[in-house]
């Protein structure tokens, strides 16, 4: 993996205006993705992973809207891109696959035509070169015979060719970074591991760097290097995957390995699912979003955010447990302030 920067994403705030008011789905979120990684976004439903990247992707529906914040994509600031502007970046440069590609593909189009619509929109080149791309993105992605199937209708496709469909489309132009958001999640676990490994080969193959959203920590294990863990619109901890499996350090985080089945164990263990449910991110908590649910909560969680605390050059963890005067406890390590 190169260590050069493709994405730095700082201090990324982005709410919904309801009329209810203002939901802080994303607070405060700063990240890197470097050149040929994959990079995990892990959390459970609405703690803000989705909402993080259509942001950088200037794809948030309405009332969603940006407040503070900057994306550096190669060093450019999209956040201050047009719309005109981004849709020359959109499916060229960054593009997204959908968790649901029925939804995503046309039902009154076929594959072919919908592929070489982005195809051409793109790249200046003529309808029969167009058709030759798109038939070779879908023999890349491993659709038999695509000089039939690039005729078909969505419907005539089963959920993990639909999938292999949208990932062909989402590579046609080549980009540099593709977001994939709970890709797999509807699909059976024989499908979803042949599009993890589809994901594989095209992230060794093509070089393209790859951020997958997933509340699946098994997918993570399998594809990702390093891992970003999210809970109330905020990065709870972050660091390799050796690291966050191994030796997590955050409560968070621990809570989420201690409810998915470990592989590895001979014997069977029980599974404890976090107890209540997340914070209302209309109201956020002033303290820790995670100490109403965390064993380990103090007073001071209540009151006050946690610091980032750098644990080592690639794992870093917001938890006041790793404060050095914090009650010691065998689960944590103290780390530095960030």
Same mark, same amino acid.
């Given at each position: 993996m190169s260590q050069e920067k493709l994405l730095e994403v700082r201090n990324l705030k982005t709410s919904f205006f309801t009329h209810l008011g203002e939901v802080q789905s994303v607070r405060d979120v700063s990240f890197d993705l470097y050149? !040929?990684?994959? %990079?995990?976004?892990?959390?459970?439903? !609405?703690?803000?992973?989705?909402?993080?990247?259509?942001?950088?992707?200037h794809l948030l529906s309405?009332?969603?809207?940006?407040?503070? !914040?900057?994306?550096?994509?190669?060093?450019?600031?999209?956040?201050?891109?047009?719309?005109?502007?981004?849709?020359?970046?959109?499916?060229?440069?960054?593009?997204?696959?959908?968790?649901?590609p029925m939804s995503a593909l046309n039902p009154v189009y076929t594959i072919g035509?919908?592929?070489?619509?982005?195809?051409?929109?793109?790249?200046?080149i003529n309808h029969k070169e167009a058709e030759k791309l798109a038939i070779e993105m879908?023999?890349?992605?491993?659709?038999?015979?695509?000089?039939?199937?690039?005729?078909?209708?969505?419907h005539e496709f089963s959920g993990g060719m639909r999938q292999r469909a949208m990932i062909a489309m989402a590579l046609s132009c080549d980009p540099e970074l593709l977001i994939a958001d709970e890709?797999?999640?509807?699909?059976?676990?024989?499908?979803?591991?042949?599009?993890?490994? %589809?994901?594989?080969?095209?992230?060794?193959?093509?070089n393209t760097?790859?951020?997958?959203?997933?509340?699946?920590l098994g997918v993570i294990a399998q594809l990702c290097t390093r891992v970003i863990v999210m809970y109330g619109g905020m990065i709870m901890e972050e660091g390799t995957v050796e690291e966050l499996f191994h030796s997590p350090q955050n409560p968070y985080t621990m809570g989420l390995l201690n409810s998915v089945p470990n592989p590895d164990s001979v014997t069977k263990e029980r599974l404890e699912p976090i107890p209540g449910s997340p914070p209302d991110l209309l109201?956020?908590?002033?303290?820790?979003?995670?100490?109403?649910?965390?064993?380990?909560?103090?007073?001071?969680?209540?009151?006050?955010?946690?610091a980032v605390y750098t644990l080592s050059p690639t794992q870093k963890s917001?938890?006041?447990?790793?404060?050095?005067?914090?009650?010691?406890?065998?689960a944590f390590q103290k780390g530095g302030k960030n």
């Open positions: 050149k !040929g990684e994959v %990079l995990g976004v892990v959390g459970e439903s !609405g703690s803000g992973k989705s909402v993080t990247c259509s942001s950088v992707m309405e009332p969603g809207k940006i407040k503070e !914040g900057t994306v550096l994509f190669k060093g450019d600031d999209l956040v201050k891109k047009s719309e005109k502007e981004m849709r020359r970046i959109q499916g060229n440069e960054i593009s997204m696959i959908f968790q649901d035509n919908q592929m070489m619509e982005v195809i051409r929109t793109h790249k200046k879908l023999r890349l992605v491993g659709i038999p015979s695509p000089e039939e199937r690039i005729h078909n209708y969505p890709p797999t999640t509807a699909l059976d676990v024989t499908i979803q591991a042949q599009i993890l490994d %589809l994901m594989k080969d095209i992230r060794e193959r093509l760097s790859i951020i997958f959203i997933t509340h699946d109201h956020p908590p002033k303290g820790c979003p995670f100490c109403k649910r965390c064993p380990y909560a103090m007073n001071k969680c209540l009151e006050e955010l946690p917001r938890c006041h447990m790793l404060h050095p005067e914090a009650p010691a406890h065998p």
